[in-house]
Structure formats: structure tokens, C-alpha cells
């Protein structure tokens, strides 16, 4: 079946460590995307890419990284630079060929232990 | 700048009760719309999309919404809730396709939905 999909389902990270989730999608999307989710706050846009080996920053890119080596796929590093990493981490695709609606996987809960 | 308002964070209805969540956006182009809904825990389900066309559009689930452009609103309603439609709702504008396009979706706060047995 076509869809994203993101891994782990839950993280832990210790104080001063990077992660790194991982969104795989085919659907053969040109466009993928990470999203941060905190309680009352809707989604946050973190990165974006629109092609593979390019991608721009979002509203809160600051302590995360991304790359875009494949097209089907759009890993998020959440670096010890970030000091608020604990939240709700939502990967997506669309197609920017048409209009279309975004596709999300089923998220990653990352804890700082 | 772009934004999207959902006033109500948090609401409680009856199970067979009516539904309306309110939904205003400021765009400057043409507004492309959605509602999705997330279950705790779970990724984001497309409910329903409003393109162009009919300003009435159905969704899943028995969800429908009206597209209202003198009002900026997108209301989302459904006419009798069950108690599985519990969850947190989004309302959301995105840009549409060609050159330039980022398909970048911004997001509402979100609301809450609880229902009442």
C-alpha cells in the first residue's frame, strides 16, 4: 500500500544527544515535510523540501537538520542544540504537480530523559 | 501575514447532538482549505478539501464544510455526532500547485472535541 512511513514510534533522547527520525514515503511525492506538534499549538512547519538534494527552513528550523538524498525519503536530526525536543514529530508529502492534500505518517513521540 | 483561527480549543457535545467548528483564515490568494482530524497518538486524516467549485463540500465520515469568502471561514459540520468522532480537529490553508508552489500547509491550534454518552 502507498503511504509514509515514520519510525520510531517513540524516542528517548539524553540530555545533549542528536536523533534522528526517519520518513520514508511512495507515493512519489516531489514535496516532503516535518511538522512539530505541542499541545494547544497546532502544527509547527520545521523543514521542507521540494526536491531531492534542496530543502529551505521553516518557522522553527533552529536545532534541527534535515537531508533530502532520495526522493522517497526525508530524515529529521533533532540536535542537542534544540533545548525543547520533547513533542509530537509529524512527516509529510504532496504532490506539487496538482492541487492535492498533504499526506502525514503516523508520527514520532520524542521524550528527553 | 497568512493564519489560520480555530476559537474554540476545546468543545463538548452530545452523542446525536450537531457539530459546527469554526474555522477563519487570512490569505491573500486564493485560499485552498481542509479540515483533517487526529486521534490521539495517531497522524493527521484528511476529512475534506476545498478547492473551487460548489462551496459545500462533503467529506468522510458524514463531515461536510462551507467554504464562506466574505466571511474568510470554513466551517466544518456534521449533523448528528458519534461518540467515535472524539478527537482533535484541524483546520488548515495551503498554497495550490505551479511554478513557485511550496505546498506549505499552515495550521490552526486545532480543537478539541469531546463527546457526551
Known amino acids: 500500500d502507498g503511504g509514509i512511513t515514520q519510525s520510531p514510534k517513540y524516542l528517548f533522547r539524553k540530555e545533549g544527544q542528536n536523533v534522528t527520525l526517519s520518513c520514508e514515503q511512495n507515493?512519489?511525492?516531489?514535496?516532503m515535510y516535518w511538522y512539530r506538534q505541542d499541545p494547544g499549538q497546532g502544527l509547527r512547519l520545521i523543514y521542507y523540501?521540494?526536491?531531492?538534494?534542496?530543502?529551505q527552513k521553516g518557522d522553527i528550523a533552529e536545532g534541527y537538520s534535515v537531508s533530502r538524498e532520495k526522493k522517497e525519503s526525508f530524515p529529521l536530526t533533532v540536535t542537542s542544540a534544540q533545548k525543547n525536543p520533547t513533542a509530537f514529530y509529524l512527516c509529510?508529502?504532496?504532490?506539487?504537480?496538482?492541487?492535492?492534500?498533504?499526506?502525514f505518517g503516523q508520527g514520532t513521540r520524542l521524550t528527553v530523559v | 501575514a497568512q493564519s489560520v483561527t480555530q476559537p474554540d480549543i476545546h468543545i463538548t457535545v452530545s452523542e446525536g447532538a450537531s457539530l459546527e467548528l469554526r474555522c477563519n483564515y487570512s490569505?491573500?490568494?486564493?485560499?485552498?482549505l481542509f479540515w483533517y482530524v487526529q486521534s490521539p497518538g495517531q497522524g493527521l486524516q484528511l476529512l475534506l478539501k476545498?478547492?473551487?467549485?460548489?462551496?459545500l463540500v462533503q467529506g468522510i465520515k458524514g463531515f461536510e464544510a462551507e467554504f464562506k469568502r466574505s466571511q474568510s471561514s470554513f466551517n466544518l459540520r456534521k449533523p448528528s455526532v458519534h461518540w467515535s468522532d472524539a478527537a482533535e480537529y484541524f483546520c488548515?490553508?495551503?498554497?495550490?500547485?505551479?511554478?513557485?508552489?511550496?505546498?506549505?500547509?499552515?495550521f490552526g491550534q486545532g480543537t478539541t472535541l469531546q463527546v457526551k454518552p
Open positions: 507515493l512519489n511525492h516531489d514535496a
Open positions: 523540501s521540494q526536491i531531492v538534494n534542496d530543502f
Open positions: 490569505y491573500g490568494a486564493t485560499p485552498y
Open positions: 509529510a508529502s504532496k504532490s506539487l504537480l496538482k492541487i492535492s492534500e498533504a499526506f
Open positions: 488548515a490553508v495551503g498554497e495550490g500547485a505551479g511554478s513557485g508552489n511550496t505546498g506549505k500547509l499552515i
Open positions: 476545498y478547492f473551487s467549485g460548489d462551496t
